[in-house]
């Protein structure tokens, strides 16, 4: 029983904290761009670099929504705002001084495409709401099996994986090891901020 509280409460750090007037979910239509389609992305991080490699083959939607972003330097100045060891790193929302930026519509969950929340994946976080995802998401730092889809329902969706860590698995190791604390209300957020200075697609 305390082990299942235990990760529901993670669970719940996945969350994100709603912006007012969200625009209606967005299609894959409304996120093509006419930028040539790579499915390599460094992060660069005040911690070191992390290269990832995106599944837009598994999870279409969401690697346009995420390059979306990318290509227009939303992430840029950004933080990882939830650092949890042995769980996940979580960024992509708010700015060194807690405020959170606002996003494009919410998404539609993918993740019933067969990947798995396991070490080094990336996916994105959101609310409750199963099709609400938009701009944040976090890196596994250990296999978490209780977050992949299992039942198409809001208690067993799960949280869609789009891609996975190939270069700087040891910087995400360095950031999860972060001292945390509370800011703005919000728990487990790194005392030194951990930057997110920018992301932008390579070969």
Same mark, same amino acid.
């Given at each position: ?17 709603? +912006? ?8 894959? /239509?409304?996120? *093509?761009? !006419?930028?040539?389609?790579?499915? +390599? ?13 995106? %599944? ?22 950004? #933080? @990882? ?39 080094? *994946?990336?996916?994105?976080?959101? *609310?409750?709401?199963?099709?609400? %995802? ?9 296999? !978490?099996?209780?977050?992949? @889809? ?11 994986? @789009? ?18 604390? *509370?800011?703005?209300? +919000?728990? /487990?957020?790194?005392?030194? %901020?951990?930057? #997110? ?7």
């Amino acid at each position: 029983m305390k082990r299942m509280i235990w990760l529901t409460g993670l669970a719940l750090a996945l969350g994100m904290t709603p +912006m007012m007037g969200m625009a209606e979910e967005a299609s894959a /239509d409304d996120l *093509t761009t !006419n930028r040539e389609e790579t499915d +390599m992305v460094l992060i660069k991080t005040s911690m070191g670099d992390i290269k990832v490699k995106l %599944a837009a083959d598994k999870a279409p939607v969401t690697v346009a929504n995420f390059l979306a972003y990318v290509d227009a330097g939303f992430y840029n100045g950004t #933080i @990882f705002h939830r650092v949890i060891a042995g769980f996940m790193i979580q960024g992509g929302g708010f700015d060194a001084n807690m405020r959170q930026k606002p996003t494009r519509a919410p998404i539609k969950n993918e993740a019933a495409n067969g990947l798995a929340n396991r070490r080094g *994946t990336i996916a994105m976080a959101r *609310t409750a709401v199963v099709d609400s %995802a938009t701009s944040q998401f976090f890196i596994n730092t250990v296999d !978490n099996a209780f977050l992949n @889809f299992k039942a198409p329902n809001p208690q067993g969706f799960g949280y869609c994986v @789009f891609g996975e860590v190939v270069e700087g698995m040891e910087v995400v190791e360095q950031i999860q090891q972060a001292r945390t604390g *509370t800011k703005a209300g +919000m728990g /487990d957020v790194p005392l030194q %901020a951990v930057e #997110i200075v920018s992301v932008v697609r390579v070969e």
